[in-house]
């Protein structure tokens, strides 16, 4: 079935040092995959996307990576900040769902100051 | 431009009462989705208007559940009678189109005692 996954719920890191948040997804016909960030008592917020053609996009500080042949994405965020602190969600979305996204767990990220 | 909003922020319930959840969208977005967040796992799907019409309602976990959206502009969402395990965060999210990016509310926090 379909389903996206996290390999570690939370993480910390000390501020300053470079982040990467790991997703796995089993549905091979996801041709669109995104970053959400939520913070606490607020919606998820959209960080970065990735089309299935790609392997690789950066954004500002972020860079999601994508790795078709393991069903694989991640989410390196540079020079951790506090403000980062918050869960991050991966999601996959196919073209014929009409905009339906599958969400995976998300990991909570927290950075030492 | 105001962002997707819900209201309440944040609803406290006895088990077997009724609870109207109501989801303000981006103005113009014809696409709107329910998602919740039960006890910190993955944001799953619960269903997707297009304008007034139910395009995908895969995801309502049960006939408790009546989602609308009269005249295509705002929706509601009612849990009749709510149980436990309908405690959570319920997001609303709207796009302009299927598969463009969505827009997350800041959710409502249900808690059914």
């Known amino acids: 079935g379909e389903s996206v996954g996290l390999h570690l719920p939370t993480l910390s890191v000390q501020e300053g040092d470079n982040s990467i948040i790991n997703c796995a997804y089993s549905?091979?016909?996801?041709?669109?995959f995104i970053w959400y960030k939520q913070e606490s008592g607020k919606g998820p917020q959209f960080i970065i996307d990735?089309?299935?053609?790609?392997d690789k996009r950066q954004g500002q500080r972020v860079t999601v990576l994508l790795n078709k042949t393991v069903k694989h994405l991640s989410l390196q965020i540079a020079a951790t900040q506090p403000g980062d602190s918050a869960v991050y969600f991966c999601?996959?979305?196919?073209?014929?769902?009409?905009?339906?996204?599958?969400f995976g767990q998300g990991t909570e990220l927290s950075v030492k100051p | 431009e105001a962002g997707v909003t819900q209201f309440p922020s944040h609803s406290v319930i006895e088990k077997g009462q009724t609870v109207t959840l109501r989801c303000d969208p981006i103005s113009g977005h014809d696409n709107l989705y329910w998602y919740r967040r039960v006890m910190g796992k993955e944001i799953k799907f619960l269903l997707h208007f297009v304008k007034e019409s139910k395009q995908d309602e895969s995801g309502m976990p049960n006939n408790r559940f009546l989602a609308e959206r009269t005249g295509g502009t705002y929706s509601t969402l009612k849990v009749q009678p709510a149980e436990l395990e309908d405690s959570g965060v319920y997001f609303c999210a709207s796009s302009l189109q299927p598969n463009t990016e969505a827009f997350f509310g800041q959710g409502t926090r249900l808690t059914v005692v």
């Open positions: 990735i089309r299935s053609n790609m």
């Open positions: 999601a996959e979305h196919t073209y014929n769902q009409g905009g339906k996204l599958i």
């Open positions: 549905n091979s016909a996801s041709d669109y």
